[in-house]
Each structure stands twice: as C-alpha cells, then as structure tokens.
C-alpha cells in the first residue's frame, strides 16, 4: 500500500509527491463555485434555499436555516454525556494554550512623541464545521475557543443539514458548549458566501474560518476580496520520522488513523531502517484489512502513502522540512533535542505517546493547520487570527521638528513632494 522512495543516494532532501485533483476536475469545481457564490451574493436566502436544496436534499425556509435557541441548549442533552466531558476538556486546555498567545496593545512614551500598536478582536467571525463524511464537533471548538479568547464579539457557525433538515447533534452540542453566538444550517461553498456577504437571514461577518472540502476552499478564495478568511485547510497530510526502535505497529496506527479523513491525503514514513519499513508495511495490511472502511482507507493509503528511505537523522529532517507537512511525529532517540531542526510544518509530536490524535482532540494545540506545504509560511489556527493590529503614533511638535529633514529626503527621493510640504505647513510660522 506505501509507495517505496529510496532516497539513501540522493544529497538533497528527498521529494515527496502529494495526490492532486486533477487539472480538469479542479476548473469544473472553480467554476460551479463560483456560480454558487455568485448566486448567493446577488439572490440572498431566494438562492441558499435553492442551492440547498439541490446539494443537501432538504427543502427549508428562510426561517429554518437559522437553529433556535431552544433547539441550540438542547442539544447537550442529546450525546452521551462521555462527548460532553471531553468537549469540556477540549475547551479548557485550549483555552489555557490560546490565553498564552492574546498579543496586548502597547505604547512606548518617550518626552515628545509616543508609538505603538492597538489590538482589537474582529467584531464578527463565521466558522464552517463540515458533515459530509462524518461530523466533527472539534473542529467547532478549535475555532471558537481562539475567537472567544480573543474577545470576538459574534461568531456564527454554519454546518450542513442533513436529508431530515437537522444538523449533526455532535456540532450542535459543541456550539453549545463553546457559546455560538448564532449557528446555520447551511452546507459547502453556499455556507461560505451566506457568511461572507451575508442574506436576509444570515449576517455577514468579517473573517471566514474551518476546514472543508475542495468546494469550501474554492468559495473561500472567492470571497477573500469582501472578507479575510483563515489558511486553506486541504487534505489531511501527516510525516512520521521513526528509527528502528519504534514499534511498526504504532506507525502504521498513525498512518491509518489520517487515512480515515478520506482522499487526496498524504501519509509518509520517513526512515533509515529498512527493517521498520518492512515491518510497518506488514502491520499496515491487517489494521486496514480489519478497519471498518477498508476499501476507502486502502485506496487513501494507495493514493497518498509512501515510505521513504534516507541516510539518517539529518537528511530525514531535511525531507520532512522540504515537505513542510501538516503533522510530524518524531519517533527517535533525541527527539525533543532535534526540535531546533524542525522549521516547517503545522505541529509536531514528540515521542511514542504522542499521537496526533490526541493534538486532533484535547492535547492543547490546534488542530486547524497549513497544509499542502504552506507551513512553510503559515501557522496554526490561533488568536492571533481573530484580531487585528492597529499602528499607533502621535508627535509633538519638537519631535516633528527632529523627524523633518528624514522626511523631506525621503520624499525627494521618492518623488513625493507634498509629503514634505504637509511637515512643512505644519512647522510654518502661524500668520497672526
């Protein structure tokens, strides 16, 4: 099922293919999107009911695609009680990791002139929380928990209904725990533009966040020139780097484990023993052959699973950096002290007890991640994402003096002049 790299003779760190949706597929996509999106700007809740419709199978009302407030406090009563606990322990460790990040506003005085940076939380942020495949509660809370650290004042929710026109009870009962301010029942690319231009119904908020499928992401880049939205959440990607120390059997656990979020995924095993790749292959055939979605979880490993040989630490983190994945496990001898050597990807998970499954759920960290190798310049889902920074300054007119002759240079070189006139008029001796 994993595709063999022998990379032991290359000096330069070793590439590792990602599956892709083909060239065709990926403009079919683009343009029903954006027919979509389109749609929904200029019709309102006329063209989410439609579309809604005809991608979800139910017909609703302008009336229904908004979940009461009765329905909404219900909803905790309607899981298992085990859910509840541990979105509540999701919620809390995120919430200790999330209040370390809160950037504050600063301003540094000096005698005459003072500098600095306002921070302000975005006055409202829309969450999609997809329920196609299967619904994900989590991600609710690890979008939300940053935006209530971060003082947001509305954050909407919008999940796709199902055929019977509800939303899954899970995502229910984590926009309750997590205090949606509002939630939608509202699926794909048609939740997207509902959010982001808002209907008669839905109100419009400034910052998109949440993963989704190829359609989500094409409506997100759509909007990006009306609101802001987060980093394109694409398939799910994870790298292990293991020696022959680790058990096979741990590997190919973690390997299955991201082959269930289903196609287009990348699961790479990256190693200088050729034994643990033989070994983890071996253990990989009977997991997927038990597993409760075989055919889906070997096509995902068929597609996206490779396992790549290298001469040794050093050119398995070179690999992995070059890769710059979503997850990296460290499974070595030395991992916390290799740390320093890690520069690209969204989270790292150190040692044998430290599954990704548990950074997915109640770890601490975020789940929202780059993908797709933008790890490389992006970062996690954070606080960070739900505020904005506002320069500050303020002069008096002694420091304006001092400043003035920077000014003007820079203007002449520039070829701004009415930059230095507008320090000049304000220095000019007053008439009486």
């Known amino acids: 099922m994993l595709e063999l790299i022998d990379g032991r003779d290359r000096q330069a760190p070793v590439h590792i293919p990602r599956p892709r949706v083909p060239a065709t597929r990926a403009l079919d996509i683009a343009t029903e ?12 809740d006329a063209a989410v009911i439609e579309h809604t419709e005809r991608l979800d199978g139910v017909k609703l009302t302008a009336a229904q695609l908004v979940v009461d407030e009765d329905t909404l406090a219900r909803a905790p009563a309607l899981v298992r009680p085990e859910l509840i606990d541990a979105l509540e322990v999701m919620t809390a460790r995120l919430e200790r990791t999330c209040e370390r990040q809160l950037p504050q506003s600063w301003i540094e005085r000096s005698e005459d002139e003072y500098v600095g940076e306002l921070v302000r939380p975005l006055r409202r942020a829309g969450i999609y929380a997809p329920g196609g495949r299967a619904a994900y509660p989590s991600s609710v809370i690890m979008a939300l928990t940053p935006a209530r650290v971060a003082g947001v004042e509305g954050v909407a929710v919008a999940s796709p209904p199902s055929r019977h026109g509800e939303i899954a009870e899970a995502v229910l009962a984590a926009c309750s725990v997590a205090n949606a301010s509002e939630v939608y029942r509202l699926g794909g690319a048609v939740a997207v533009a509902a959010l982001a231009y808002g209907t008669e119904t839905v109100r419009p908020v400034d910052k998109v966040f949440g993963p989704g499928n190829v359609y989500v992401t094409a409506a997100k880049r759509l909007v990006q020139s009306w609101v802001g939205t987060d980093s394109e959440a694409g ?17 190919a656990a973690d390997l299955v484990a991201q082959a269930e979020h289903g196609p287009l995924g990348c699961h790479a095993l990256i190693t200088w023993s050729e034994e643990l790749a033989e070994a983890t292959a071996a253990a990989l055939e009977g997991m997927v052959a038990s597993h409760e979605r075989a055919d889906d979880l070997e096509n995902a490993l068929i597609e996206g699973g490779v396992t790549v040989l290298v001469r040794d630490l050093d050119h398995a983190l070179d690999t992995a950096n070059a890769l710059a994945p979503e997850h990296l496990e460290l499974l070595f001898e ?19 007890y430290s599954p990704v499954c548990a950074g997915d759920y109640v770890a601490g960290t975020n789940h929202v991640l780059p993908t797709g190798g933008s790890a490389r310049w992006a970062s996690g889902l954070g606080v960070s994402d739900f505020v904005t920074r506002t320069y500050l300054c303020g002069l008096e007119r002694s420091s304006l003096e001092r400043l003035a002759p920077h000014i003007v240079a820079l203007s002449e070189a520039e070829g701004l002049p009415a930059h230095a006139r507008s320090v000049a008029r304000r220095l000019a001796p007053r008439r009486s």
Do not use: C
Not at 337 to 343: K, M, P, Y
């Open 33 to 44: 999107v954006k027919a979509i999106v389109d749609d929904v700007r200029l019709r309102g």
């Open 235 to 251: 398939p799910t990607e994870i790298a292990v780097i293991a020696d022959e120390r680790v058990d096979p059997v741990v590997v």
């Open 334 to 352: 030395g991992a916390f002290e290799a740390l320093d050597r890690v520069r690209n990807t969204g989270a790292v998970f150190v040692g044998p």
